[in-house]
């Protein structure tokens, strides 16, 4: 292959390079599974024999990057004419960590294999009130469960910080390694940083401040939301400490992370006698993660979408083994590259939440398939943001009254077109969405800092903190040190996937449903549009999955909504019915929080040695 080039002896021959890009096709489209298939063993099965495994086809599929990279020095390529192959090179020539000498590949992948498995592997022990100190609970399924049902705040508080306890708090030496290991490779492939490098994948200008501009255009529903669950909260937890600086203790949220509220539903509904208990309707209907997928899959066929390929079912781990191995439970789905593997790996539960994340995993499943065609390549999303939101925009339409009432997930003696309900319904999704946007933004601030440099290992957890008090107004339910690391209690930041993609998504999957409602012909408000079997606006959506990432994204949006730019004003329209509801519910309440949270509830960040020592002198 490499001869090609020299045979050739012009580095502006076209054709020559059209042969090259074929080659190097077919020869990606052979490591790639095989480095994918590999990490799949590790990530059902984590033994250390399995690591090595991972380790070494990672290795090997570094050293095709590398030889591709050199081989793409035989082109001008850069001044190529034809667009399509001179994107193919860019792509090829931007390699990433595989740009790392050996030995400093094996370490950050090293690095990387210790904080995921110090992450998949955790459990929390010492429960309160257990017989047995010993017994120790996986996050899935009890440490979510406890935080998505309890209502004591010490249970509460037991999981929120034994997490931390198990993960975080084992990661900042291997997470310090990463850092420094990624902006050295990031450096070697002209990027300032990896935040750098990771920024490009959205190929806009100054795309900080225009991530900025959108969270500042969401902060004022956020506050609504916040301000009102505050109250409510309050009232739940009477006579616990909430911090005068206006922040919400973070483990009272229903999740973990406090990144979706949705399990408050049933304290924040504006009519609780008019329950959307899809959770309960599914246990009563003996709902299999079988008959999940079923459904999922089904939507998108009625839209004239891609079924699952037959392999599918059989090679994905839809379900938390029982035979005791441990396994990355976090859910995914897998692109193996080879036009034939596509899977997903989720620890299913039977709940509501496990069903929107269901379409979330299908709706990567179906851009695989979409794309699949292409060169490897431009096998991605438009940008990430796109690829976080093809499963969510078809959930926006399974999830209302109309649609549960179609799929028998509605009770029976409830009216769909009920107002009340529908404003429990909006209430119910702006607890997922959002209650989510501070979240989705600030991961990656924090993480762009530590990139840059401006954050050091010693201010990781202060810097976590004050942006989740400042932007999130959520605050540490317990003193929090600088020997913890809460950011790595998050799935994302051990396994090294950026996340402003989902607070992209979050944005434009409004602006999706919005179009794809208009095409399917739905008239009025945007938040009761269900878009089933329209294959019209199914057609819409292959049709821009198809390109993959061929096109810079401004085309895949026109592609689906007849314009280039990311805007909040499709979401903002969705909620506002519940917007002005939630006006008058808070009308008598302090909107929003003070920057920093208050002293009592854990900006205290000193090293544990000053406590210490103080103790001790006093005693
Ligand atoms: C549950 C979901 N799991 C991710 C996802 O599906 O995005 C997994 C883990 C990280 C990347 N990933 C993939 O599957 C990629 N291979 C997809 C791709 O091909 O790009 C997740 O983490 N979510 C969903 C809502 C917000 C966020 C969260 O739960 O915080
Ligand atoms: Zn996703």
Not at 43 to 48: L, S
Not at 438 to 459: A, M, N, S
Not at 491 to 502: E, G, K
């Amino acid at each position: 292959v490499a001869s090609i080039g020299s045979s050739f002896g012009d580095r502006n021959n076209i054709t020559a390079a059209k042969i090259w890009l074929e080659e190097y096709n077919t020869e990606a489209e052979k490591v790639r599974p095989e480095a994918q298939e590999a990490s799949w063993t590790w990530n059902t099965n984590i033994t250390d024999y399995n690591n090595r495994l991972k380790l070494e086809a990672e290795k090997k599929k570094s050293e095709f990057d590398k030889r591709s990279y050199n081989q793409t020095l035989n082109w001008d390529w850069k001044n190529f004419t034809e667009i399509n192959a001179k994107r193919q090179f860019y792509k090829i020539a931007d390699i990433g960590e595989s740009v790392l000498p050996t030995d400093k590949f094996q370490q950050i992948t090293k690095a990387k294999s210790n904080m995921q498995s110090v992450y998949s592997k955790a459990r929390v022990c010492n429960k309160p009130g257990d017989q047995d100190p010993s017994k120790c609970y996986p996050l899935n399924p009890t440490l979510e469960n406890i935080m998505a049902k309890s209502t004591d705040w010490k249970e509460l508080a037991w999981a929120w910080e034994g997490w931390r306890n198990e993960t975080g708090r084992k990661m900042p030496d291997d997470y310090e390694k990463f850092v420094e290991l990624a902006n050295e490779a990031a450096g070697m492939n002209g990027y300032t940083d990896n935040g750098d490098y990771w920024r490009s994948w959205y190929e806009t200008e100054n795309f900080e401040k225009q991530m900025e501009e959108l969270f500042i255009g969401l902060k004022d529903l956020y506050k609504l939301l916040h301000a009102y669950a505050r109250k409510k909260l309050k009232e739940r937890f009477v006579g616990h400490p909430f911090p005068d600086s206006g922040q919400i203790p973070a483990h009272l949220l229903g999740n973990m992370w406090a990144q979706s509220w949705g399990n408050l539903f049933t304290l924040l509904a504006p009519y609780p006698g008019k329950p959307l208990d899809v959770t309960e309707m599914m246990r009563e209907q003996n709902y299999t993660t079988r008959k999940m997928f079923d459904l999922s899959e089904k939507f998108f066929t009625d839209l004239g979408l891609d079924p699952m390929p037959p392999k599918f079912y059989n090679d994905s781990m839809l379900d938390k083994p029982e035979d005791g191995r441990d396994v990355v439970c976090h859910a995914s789905a897998w692109d193996f590259y080879n036009r034939k593997d596509f899977r997903i790996k989720q620890c299913t539960q039977v709940t509501m939440d496990w069903l929107i994340t269901t379409h979330h995993e299908m709706g990567h499943v179906q851009y695989f398939l979409q794309y699949k065609d292409q060169p490897v390549v431009f096998r991605r999303g438009a940008n990430p943001g796109f690829h976080e939101a093809i499963g969510d925009v078809l959930a926006l339409s399974v999830s209302t009254p109309k649609h549960l009432k179609k799929i028998n997930l509605l009770r029976p003696n409830q009216n769909p077109d009920d107002e009340e309900l529908q404003l429990n319904f909006l209430m119910n999704q702006a607890l997922k969405k959002i209650a989510f946007i501070p979240f989705g933004y600030l991961i990656d601030q924090w993480r762009w800092k530590v990139f840059k440099g401006e954050t050091k290992k010693d201010e990781y957890n202060e810097d976590w903190w004050n942006l989740r008090c400042k932007h999130q107004g959520v605050s540490p339910p317990v003193q929090r040190f600088n020997t913890d690391f809460d950011a790595g209690s998050k799935f994302h930041v051990p396994n090294n996937t950026p996340y402003i993609r989902y607070f992209v998504s979050y944005v434009i999957q409004f602006q999706f449903h919005k179009a794809l409602c208009k095409e399917a012909g739905h008239n009025g408000p945007l938040h009761k549009c269900d878009i089933d079997q329209s294959t019209e606006a199914g057609n819409k959506l292959a049709a821009m999955m198809k390109l993959g990432s061929s096109k810079e994204w401004p085309d895949a949006m026109e592609a689906i909504t007849g314009q280039r730019k990311m805007n909040v004003s499709d979401l903002i329209e969705y909620f506002a019915p519940l917007e002005d509801w939630l006006k008058k519910e808070v009308k008598n309440e302090t909107l929003g929080w003070d920057d920093q949270c208050g002293r009592i509830w854990g900006n205290g960040m000193r090293t544990k040695s000053i406590f210490i020592a103080i103790y001790i002198i006093f005693h």
